[in-house]
């Protein structure tokens, strides 16, 4: 309770702002219909309440969005190219298999950089710079390209998470490969163990909370990378296609839906990812 | 008989970025199987240096080393000894069995070994009843204990301890001080303790190697005459304090509370 206390009145707070941004914001054009309807002196309740039932609202209000995600998920057949439900599945698919790609990618590069010296040297500059380049600009290129060359689908926008969610791993990884202390690696030798040992009893266990911890940036970016491809191919479908239609046609509610469709994708990835850390820790031990 | 450790001449130059710094000079040191020997000094005499050039994990410059007659690298890979660092270097996300564990998981042996060899050597230091315990459930002394076990669990000769009870109280290292001299009975290992505590170096010695700084160098050997077997009032034996007062001499004589100018 005393943490759902704070949490709900935030909450609260919100939705009241919310509302009373959505009549001050809508109200011109509220105004202007109701006098092309001839009415007059609307009193203010029921002003209030058709500024929150337009069609194309410039700030639609929350229980709107809900009804769009209701309507466009549960009302309608999970085929249907309207289907939210199958939008979201389109997004959530590229994002999962990009961070998979992206969090094995990650640790490659993190053991490589770890055990090689050449590696140590040369690769952390050209993995940082690889993220000063905006996604946004890079991400049609992959997508067109990869398009020019038969690959489209999946692949090229889990291609883009990758691209993004692979960061923070090999940062996190890097880190966490290298925490054991000098002694505990002493004593590694003493015992004569072979790299091999070194890698599975002491190095990968004492990074796993530095894992898991780049892994929930890591999903969280993926979806944004997934979502951000799928503005590059509008035929493609998913809910960064619904953000760019909706935005063309006008239609708020759509943007909104899905943008909040979107941002719940992402609470529950990073919600299953600390699970996974939750159980991971209480296996080794960890002091909860 | 081949002694434990020989070591002839023996010397190690560190090279750093501010010219070279001469951590043992001109080392000579025979122990024999069964000693137990300790190495005082202040900081910086080398003699932690030279427990970790017994152990290969460092490398002499000059001299011969050998363990058991052989070079310390081939010791090592024999898994000649065991080592105990300052602190218990347990791993958090092992249990304190399975930190035990470690060294034989490393050296191939069967479950079943395992749990026989985890059961003795946890009865040896006193740790039953705490096989499921996480390191961080422990206290310090219990933790130290259970690093000694590891480092006794695959069974080498020889127990290398680098200042094992430097970290804890004196109520607690006393006891430990009276357990390891126990151990060392039953086991009739040959242990190296470096310390520089002088009633904790003549209460566990056989052997008292006495150590100064700049460059790291042996200055006096003495070798204990007390009896075996040591109650912990012992220490206030004239037999005790008569040693004590050598040992003291020989770090005076090392000049090695004097700062350098």
Known sequence: ?288 | MIPVVSAQNLGLTFSTNDGDVVALSDVNLTIEKGDFVSFIGPSGCGKTTFLRTIADLEQPTSGTLRINGQTPEDARKNRAYGYVFQAPALYPWRTIEKNIALPLEIMGHSPQQQAERIKRTMDLVNLSGFEKKYPWQLSGGMQQRASIARALAFDADLLLMDEPFGALDEIVRDHLNSELLKLWDRTQKTICFVTHSIPEAVYLSTKIVVMSPRPGRVTDIIESNLPKERPLDIRETPEFLAIAARVRDGLRAGHSYEEVV
Request: charged fraction near 10%.
């Open chain 1, 1 to 288: 309770m005393s943490r759902v206390l704070p949490i709900l009145t935030i909450l609260i707070a919100i939705f009241i702002f919310w509302y009373a941004a959505a009549i001050w914001m809508n109200a011109p054009w509220q105004t202007i219909l109701n006098e092309r309807a001839n009415l007059a002196d609307v009193p203010f309740f029921e002003f209030a309440q058709q500024t929150w039932a337009q069609d194309k609202p410039i700030l639609p209000v929350p229980h709107q969005v809900f009804s769009e995600i209701w309507n466009a998920t549960m009302g309608l057949e999970f085929t249907s190219r309207r289907s939210l439900a199958l939008h979201a599945w389109i997004t959530l698919s590229a994002t999962l298999l990009g961070f998979v790609l992206g969090t094995g990618l990650g640790v490659a590069l993190a053991v490589a950089i770890v055990h090689n010296d050449a590696a140590d040297r040369s690769l952390m500059p050209w993995i940082i710079a690889s993220q000063t380049i905006p996604i946004l600009a890079i991400a049609p290129m992959v997508v067109v390209g990869l398009g020019a060359i038969g690959l489209t689908g999946l692949v090229p926008k889990a291609l883009i998470s990758m691209y993004l969610s692979f960061f923070p791993v090999v940062v996190g990884m890097v880190k966490g490969l290298r925490s054991p202390e000098a002694i505990q690696l002493d004593l590694m030798r003493t015992y004569d163990a072979n790299p091999w040992q070194v890698f599975w009893k002491l190095r990968w266990p004492a990074a796993l909370p530095m894992l898991f911890a780049s892994m929930k940036v890591g999903i969280a970016i993926s979806l944004i990378g997934a979502v951000v491809a799928e503005l590059s191919n509008a035929a493609g479908g998913g809910l960064g296609v619904r953000l760019l239609t909706g935005s063309y046609n006008g239609q708020t509610i759509q943007i909104w839906a899905a943008l909040f469709l979107a941002a719940g994708l992402a609470a529950v990835l990073v919600a299953i990812v600390g699970a996974a850390e939750k159980w991971v820790n209480a296996r080794n031990g960890v002091r909860a």
